[in-house]
């Protein structure tokens, strides 16, 4: 499934609900193959435990992960420490059972479980905040190559696609694919229907939800009425033939006939060939120079997901006065691996007025504060002309930097390009996924989705300003 192998991020399917959730499955997959003694050992070679999270110190961010912890700890293992023994090698509490070798399979099963699909993952670019990637339909002479660099997540269809004419990619075992597949289908067209439509016969009731007859339009509103005209003077002269595609596929139509009741045979031409680089389309992958690439490209997409609430959140967008830019982190991954909130966390401490200052003084504050979790995007000069936005640190009332909590901002260095970061914001939030393979089978993933933000941001930020003693005031 396409959606499964481009967005999921390895790194944020952490915290305490998960580490448990893994542990039970281990469990249950090693008592199911009949090895209770090995799942005993593996109870006991990692133990979970509740995590302390330095910037929850009062435990009251995240209050579900204590709820967890009273439940799951002690009961099942910690599946995050047992991925990486298995990773490493066999641990102790295998080969140590009654059939280390049937445990070890039904181990290396669970592992495989848990790691999910081999090559998942890895076409994010933080820096762009978009997936990247190629797809390849048939092999061959025939193959082409379509790539897509601006899918922000969800579902992938034509309009995130762009084809590659001149590329070729060649992948192990092409030799063994078969041909590509013809077909010839005999259909039954059917009228065209809509809602609204006028009715092809006399004394037959319209539908009265919708009359296009009172459409209000102005002279120079020329697509509002060419839709009126063509809906009540040529509405009904269109058949529909359903056509059923194959998924993961370039679908594309050799010929068709079409037979009347007299057994008359007429063959209609590709429309598209006479309107060709005229005027808007739709449904077509293009190339960078306005070529069409012939057929309806069929992503290997899968049913609608199930999306759940986001675990990490982050704005991106400009403060005009304080000539920056803020990456703020909204909602991180808490204790139990849930989202929570960062704006309940402790105020960032001001730096203490001097306590030998006069009372007529002034005393030089070099940059005011800003709360932890606003994570500057300084202005930088890549080359002459060249304007990109790169990410600092702030300085706690210690001196030292203050880094992200997620995982979202973790790249360093981190540059975005000015034109990533428009002048309404940009909306980052990694959100768990899940939705059926086409066996049936789950399919479990966490990505990334991008979307508009809230505009323009407003952090107080002063820097080099001078400040009276609280007694002068």
Same mark, same amino acid.
């Given at each position: 499934m396409l959606e499964e192998m481009v967005e999921h991020v390895p790194k944020a399917s952490s915290g305490l609900r998960w580490r448990a959730e893994a542990g039970a499955a281990l469990i249950e997959a090693l008592t199911d193959a009949g090895h209770p003694d090995a799942a005993d050992g593996a109870r006991t070679a990692y133990p979970l435990t509740d995590s302390d999270d330095p910037r929850d110190p009062d435990r009251r961010l995240d209050p579900v992960a204590d709820d967890l912890a009273l439940c799951l700890v002690g009961s099942v293992p910690d599946g995050e420490a047992a991925l990486?023994?298995?990773?490493?090698? $066999?641990? #102790?509490?295998?080969?140590?059972?009654?059939?280390?070798?049937?445990?070890?399979?039904?181990?290396? #099963?669970?592992?495989?479980?848990?790691?999910?699909?081999?090559?998942?993952?890895?076409?994010?670019?933080? @820096?762009?905040?978009?997936?990247?990637?190629?797809?390849?339909?048939?092999?061959?002479?025939?193959?082409?190559?379509?790539?897509?660099?601006?899918?922000?997540?969800?579902?992938?269809?034509?309009?995130?696609?762009?084809?590659?004419?001149?590329?070729? %990619?060649?992948? !192990?075992?092409?030799?063994?694919? +078969?041909?590509?597949? #013809?077909?010839? !289908?005999?259909?039954?067209?059917?009228?065209?229907?809509?809602?609204?439509?006028?009715?092809?016969?006399?004394?037959?009731?319209? !539908?009265?939800?919708? +009359?296009?007859?009172?459409?209000?339009?102005?002279?120079? +509103?020329?697509?509002?009425?060419?839709?009126?005209?063509?809906?009540?003077?040529?509405?009904?002269?269109?058949?529909?033939? *359903? %056509?059923?595609?194959?998924?993961?596929?370039?679908?594309?139509?050799?010929?068709?006939?079409?037979?009347?009741?007299?057994?008359?045979?007429? @063959?209609?031409?590709?429309? @598209?060939?006479?309107?060709?680089?005229?005027?808007?389309?739709?449904? #077509?992958?293009?190339?960078?120079?306005?070529?069409?690439?012939?057929?309806? %490209?069929?992503?290997?997409?899968? *049913?609608?997901?199930? $999306?759940?609430?986001?675990?990490?959140?982050?704005?991106?967008?400009?403060?005009?006065?304080?000539?920056?830019?803020?990456?703020?982190?909204?909602?991180?991954?808490?204790?139990?691996?849930?989202?929570?909130?960062?704006?309940g966390e402790s105020p960032s401490r001001r730096p203490r007025t001097p306590d030998d200052i006069e009372p007529g003084d002034l005393w030089y504050e070099l940059a005011g504060t800003v709360p932890a979790h606003w994570i500057p995007l300084v202005p930088v000069r890549l080359a002459p002309g060249q304007v990109a936005l790169r990410k600092g640190a702030m300085l706690d009332a210690a001196g030292e930097p203050v880094h992200p909590a997620g995982e979202l901002l973790t790249p360093t260095p981190l540059t975005f390009p000015m034109e990533e970061i428009p002048r309404e914001g940009v909306t980052v939030r990694t959100v768990p996924v899940l939705s059926r393979r086409r066996n049936g089978s789950y399919a479990r993933w966490t990505g990334h989705r991008v979307n508009v933000g809230r505009g323009e941001g407003a952090s107080a930020f002063v820097s080099d300003a001078a400040h009276l003693p609280p007694a002068a005031r």
């Open positions: 990486a023994a298995l990773r490493s090698g $066999v641990p #102790e509490w295998i080969a140590s059972a009654a059939d280390p070798a049937g445990a070890e399979i039904a181990a290396r #099963e669970w592992l495989a479980w848990a790691d999910g699909p081999p090559d998942r993952g890895g076409c994010w670019t933080t @820096s762009r905040l978009e997936h990247r990637f190629l797809l390849r339909f048939g092999h061959g002479d025939t193959a082409a190559v379509v790539a897509a660099t601006g899918f922000g997540g969800g579902s992938a269809r034509w309009h995130h696609l762009t084809w590659l004419p001149e590329a070729m %990619v060649a992948l !192990d075992g092409d030799d063994e694919l +078969d041909e590509p597949a #013809e077909r010839t !289908d005999v259909l039954l067209a059917t009228p065209l229907r809509y809602p609204g439509q006028p009715a092809d016969r006399y004394w037959q009731l319209e !539908d009265g939800a919708v +009359d296009i007859a009172a459409i209000e339009a102005q002279p120079h +509103d020329l697509a509002r009425l060419c839709l009126a005209e063509f809906a009540l003077n040529s509405g009904d002269d269109w058949l529909i033939v *359903p %056509v059923d595609g194959r998924a993961g596929a370039l679908n594309q139509v050799r010929s068709v006939v079409v037979r009347n009741s007299f057994g008359e045979e007429t @063959s209609i031409g590709d429309a @598209s060939a006479a309107r060709r680089g005229r005027g808007f389309r739709i449904f #077509e992958v293009t190339a960078e120079d306005g070529r069409e690439l012939d057929g309806v %490209v069929l992503a290997p997409t899968g *049913p609608t997901p199930l $999306v759940g609430d986001p675990i990490e959140e982050v704005a991106l967008l400009r403060d005009e006065v304080a000539n920056l830019a803020w990456a703020v982190e909204t909602v991180v991954p808490g204790r139990s691996g849930d989202g929570r909130r960062r704006d």
